[in-house]
C-alpha cells in the first residue's frame, strides 16, 4: 500500500470509530437528551473523518469540495435536526 | 484498498442493525425520530464509501440529497403530537 | 464468504425484517418512521443493484417528500379526530397469516422457476443500448424514458396533472394553520431554509443537466425541486392560496404543454407522432416536465391549488 492509502485507512478506521461510538451512545446513554450528543457529536466527526479518508483516495479537487460540501450539510441538518427533536421531547414531557 | 473499503461498508451497516433496536424500542417517539436521523448519517457514509469502492460517482449526488433533505422530515416530525407514543 | 455476499444480505434481510416491521407496528407513527428507515436501506439496495437512477428518486423523493407526506397526513387525522389516535387498528386481520403463506410461495415459485430460464440475447434492453449510440444521450435511462418509449412517459405526465386535479376535486383546501408546522419565529429553522431551498434549485438544475449523460433527469430534477417547495410549506413561508393563477397553471401543466407541442408539431415536418427531432428537444421537454412535476408534487403535498408566498 502507498502512503495516501494508508493515511486514508487512518481517517477511515477513525471514522468508523465514531460511527461506533455513535451508536454506542444512542444504545446506551439514559435518556433523550444525552442521546442527542449520539446524532449531533459523534456521527458528524465520523463523517467527517470518512470524507477525509474519500477525499485523500480520490485526491481530486472536484469530489475534495463535494465531499466538503456533504459533511457542512450534515452538520447544518444535525443542528437543526436535534434542535427540533430536543423541543418536541420537551414538549412532551411538560 | 478495495476490500478494506469493502470492511467498511460491511461494519457501518452492522452498526445499523444495531441502532434498529433503538428504532424499535423507543421508548419516546423522538428516541425513533433520532435513531431514524443516525440511520440517515450512516447511509450517506456508506454511500460515500461506496462510491470510491464500485466506482459510480453518481452515489455521491445521492448520498448529497439525504444529507440535505435529512432536515425536511425533522421539521414535518415537529408537527406531531407525541403523547400517543407514550407507555 | 466475501464481503459482497454479506453485504448485499444484510441489505436483503434488512428490507424483510424493516417492511415486516412498517406494515406490524402497533402504533402509526412507529410505522411511518420505520418507512423512512425502510426508504434509506432500499436506495442502498438499488446502489448494490447498479441502479443510481433509483437511487436518486429514492433519496429525493423518499427523504424530500413521502417521509414529510405521511407525517403530515396523520398530522390532519389526529387534528379531524382528535379522538382516532387512541383507537388505531391494531391486531392482526385473520386472513393475514393465510394471504402471507400464499404470496411466499407464490414468489418462490416465481422465483426458483426464473432462476431456469436461459438468458435472452435479443432482448429490448440490448437493442435500446445498441440504438443508444445514434441519439447523442449518454444516459441510457433518459434515451428509454425520451425516446424509445416516450408515449409511456407523456402518459405518466398526463396522470400527474390528473391527480392534482383529482385531489383538487375531492378535498377541501387546507387552511394555512394545517400545511405549516413550525411558527417563522422558531430558531435556526431560517437558517437551513436559507441553504437547503437554493441549493435544491441548484441540484434539480444539475440533474436535469446532467441527466442526459449520466445518472438523473426530470423525475429526480422535479422531486428535489417539490423536496424544497415542501421545506417552505412546513416551515409557513409558502401558504395554501384559494385559486391558481395564471402562472401556476402554466407551470402545472408545462411538461405535457412541450412533450405535446413538440410531439405533435413534428408532425408538420413529415415525421412521425413525437419522433423528437434532437436532444434540443429533450432539453426543453426535460426542463418543462421538471417544472411541471415540482410543483405538482408540492401542491399535492400542501393540499391546496396554489400557493402563494407568506404576507408580512
Not at chain 2, 36 to 55: K, P, Q, R, Y
Not at chain 3, 69 to 84: G, K, T
Not at chain 3, 173 to 181: F, I, L, S
Not at chain 3, 238 to 243: C, T
Amino acid at each position: 500500500m502507498s502512503a495516501q492509502e494508508w493515511v486514508a485507512l487512518v481517517f477511515l478506521i477513525a471514522g468508523c470509530f465514531f460511527y461506533l461510538a455513535g451508536t454506542i451512545g444512542l444504545l446506551r446513554f439514559g435518556d433523550v437528551h444525552s442521546r442527542l450528543h449520539a446524532l449531533t457529536k459523534a456521527d458528524n466527526l465520523g463523517l467527517m473523518l470518512v470524507c477525509a479518508s474519500l477525499a485523500v483516495l480520490a485526491a481530486n479537487w472536484r469530489i475534495t469540495a463535494l465531499l466538503v460540501l456533504t459533511w457542512l450539510l450534515g452538520l447544518l441538518a444535525a443542528t437543526v435536526s436535534a434542535h427540533l427533536i430536543a423541543r418536541h421531547a420537551r414538549r412532551v414531557e411538560k | 484498498m478495495s476490500q478494506i473499503l469493502g470492511l467498511a461498508v460491511l461494519f457501518l451497516l452492522l452498526n445499523l442493525v444495531a441502532g434498529l433496536w433503538r428504532v424499535a424500542r423507543g421508548p419516546t417517539a423522538a428516541d425513533r425520530m433520532l435513531a431514524a436521523l443516525l440511520f440517515g448519517s450512516t447511509t450517506v457514509a456508506v454511500l460515500l464509501i461506496m462510491a470510491e469502492w464500485m466506482a459510480m460517482p453518481a452515489l455521491r449526488s445521492v448520498a448529497l440529497l439525504f444529507v440535505m433533505l435529512a432536515g425536511i422530515v425533522t421539521i414535518a416530525f415537529f408537527g406531531l403530537p407525541a403523547d400517543e407514543d407514550e407507555r | 464468504m466475501s464481503v459482497d455476499l454479506l453485504i448485499d444480505g444484510l441489505l436483503g434481510l434488512g428490507m424483510i425484517v424493516l417492511a415486516l416491521q412498517v406494515v406490524s407496528e402497533r402504533t402509526v407513527l412507529r410505522s411511518i418512521i420505520l418507512f423512512v428507515v425502510f426508504g434509506l436501506v432500499m436506495a442502498l439496495a438499488w446502489t448494490r443493484l447498479q441502479a443510481p437512477d433509483l437511487a436518486l428518486a429514492e433519496a429525493a423523493i423518499g427523504a424530500g417528500v413521502t417521509g414529510a407526506l405521511m407525517m403530515m397526513a396523520w398530522r390532519r387525522l389526529l387534528i379531524i379526530n382528535p379522538e382516532h389516535s387512541a383507537d388505531t387498528p391494531r391486531g392482526r386481520s385473520a386472513v393475514a397469516i393465510p394471504v402471507a403463506l400464499l404470496s411466499t410461495a407464490l414468489v418462490a415459485t416465481i422465483g426458483l422457476s426464473a432462476l431456469n430460464i436461459e438468458p435472452h440475447i435479443d432482448t429490448a434492453g440490448r437493442v435500446a443500448l445498441d440504438e443508444m449510440t445514434d441519439t447523442g444521450l449518454g444516459n441510457p435511462v433518459t434515451g428509454v424514458l425520451l425516446l424509445f418509449r416516450n408515449l409511456d412517459t407523456l402518459l405518466e405526465m398526463a396522470v400527474l396533472l390528473i391527480a392534482l386535479l383529482g385531489a383538487r376535486a375531492i378535498s377541501a383546501p387546507a387552511r394555512p394553520e394545517e400545511a405549516a408546522v413550525v411558527e417563522t419565529t422558531t430558531p435556526l429553522v431560517g437558517a437551513l431554509l436559507a441553504t437547503l431551498v437554493p441549493l435544491s434549485i441548484l441540484i434539480a438544475t444539475h440533474l436535469l443537466l446532467a441527466g442526459t449523460n449520466e445518472p438523473g433527469g426530470a423525475f429526480q430534477a422535479g422531486a428535489v425541486l417539490a423536496a424544497g417547495g415542501v421545506a417552505l410549506v412546513l416551515t409557513a413561508r409558502l401558504q395554501p392560496a384559494k385559486r391558481p393563477g395564471l402562472a401556476t397553471q402554466l407551470a402545472v401543466t408545462a411538461g405535457l404543454l412541450a412533450f405535446v407541442g413538440i410531439g405533435v408539431g413534428i408532425m408538420a415536418f413529415g415525421e412521425t407522432l413525437l419522433a423528437l427531432p434532437g436532444t434540443w428537444a429533450v432539453y426543453l421537454i426535460e426542463t418543462a416536465m421538471m417544472v411541471s412535476i415540482g410543483l405538482t408534487l408540492a401542491l399535492l403535498f400542501a393540499g391546496a391549488p396554489a400557493l402563494v408566498g407568506r404576507r408580512a
